[in-house]
């Protein structure tokens, strides 16, 4: 026999071992955690400028342009939106625009293009806007709209109107 009787023995002693060692087992433990987050009611909203262009007063028909609020609110939520009477005339009934002088143009807005229902804050037989929330941006249109035959001093005619969404 090649390597003796001790090889032998020390090799049978190995493979005893071996043999008789029990398996280790693995263990796992679990645990979970929570996951949480509010999300709060909330509004954005942008608006394009509404540009009339040339006005020309001896035209016989009123001069129209649009505009576009796009309003985005978390989804379900109401929301109700209004314009105030802007910088000049401070009216929501009779809005007009200035030369930055003492000149001024009257114009208006509306909800549609009939010209009908004045978008101004709920006052003075204005209306607002209502809608509920999608979570995306929900386009709203402004009529606006020149009267016709205003003889004003030649210029450019401006004014600011704000924005409200109300949730």
Same mark, same amino acid.
């Given at each position: 026999?090649?390597?003796?009787?001790?090889?032998?023995?020390?090799?049978?002693? @190995?493979?005893?071992?071996?043999?008789?060692?029990? $398996?280790? #087992?693995?263990? %796992?433990?679990?645990?979970?955690?929570? +996951?949480?987050?509010? +999300?709060? *009611?909330?509004? #954005? +909203?942008? $608006?394009?400028? @509404?540009?009339?262009?040339?006005?020309?007063? /001896? &035209?016989?028909?009123?001069?129209? $342009?649009? &505009?576009?609020? &796009?309003?985005?609110?978390?989804?379900? @939520?109401?929301?109700?939106?209004?314009?105030?009477?802007?910088?000049? #005339?401070?009216?929501?009934?009779?809005?007009?625009?200035?030369?930055?002088? %003492?000149?001024?143009?009257?114009?208006?807005?509306?909800?549609?293009?009939?010209?009908?229902?004045?978008?101004?804050?709920?006052?003075?037989?204005?209306?607002?806007?209502?809608?509920?929330?999608?979570?995306?941006?929900?386009? @709203?249109?402004?009529?606006?709209?020149?009267? #016709? /035959?205003?003889? +004003? %001093? *030649?210029?450019?005619?401006?004014?600011?109107?704000?924005? /409200?969404? %109300?949730?």
């Amino acid at each position: 026999m090649r390597g003796g009787p001790g090889r032998i023995f020390a090799a049978s002693l @190995l493979l005893a071992s071996a043999v008789a060692m029990p $398996a280790q #087992a693995l263990t %796992t433990i679990t645990t979970q955690f929570n +996951v949480t987050a509010t +999300v709060l *009611a909330n509004c #954005a +909203v942008s $608006a394009t400028n @509404l540009v009339f262009g040339t006005y020309t007063a /001896s &035209s016989p028909t009123p001069l129209t $342009a649009s &505009s576009t609020v &796009s309003v985005t609110c978390t989804n379900s @939520l109401a929301y109700t939106v209004a314009l105030d009477g802007g910088s000049v #005339a401070a009216s929501v009934a009779a809005r007009a625009m200035s030369d930055g002088a %003492t000149h001024t143009l009257n114009y208006q807005l509306y909800t549609a293009n009939t010209y009908t229902s004045i978008w101004g804050d709920g006052t003075a037989s204005t209306v607002t806007v209502a809608g509920t929330g999608n979570g995306a941006a929900q386009p @709203l249109t402004v009529y606006g709209r020149i009267p #016709a /035959s205003q003889f +004003v %001093t *030649a210029g450019s005619y401006l004014d600011h109107v704000t924005v /409200s969404v %109300t949730y």
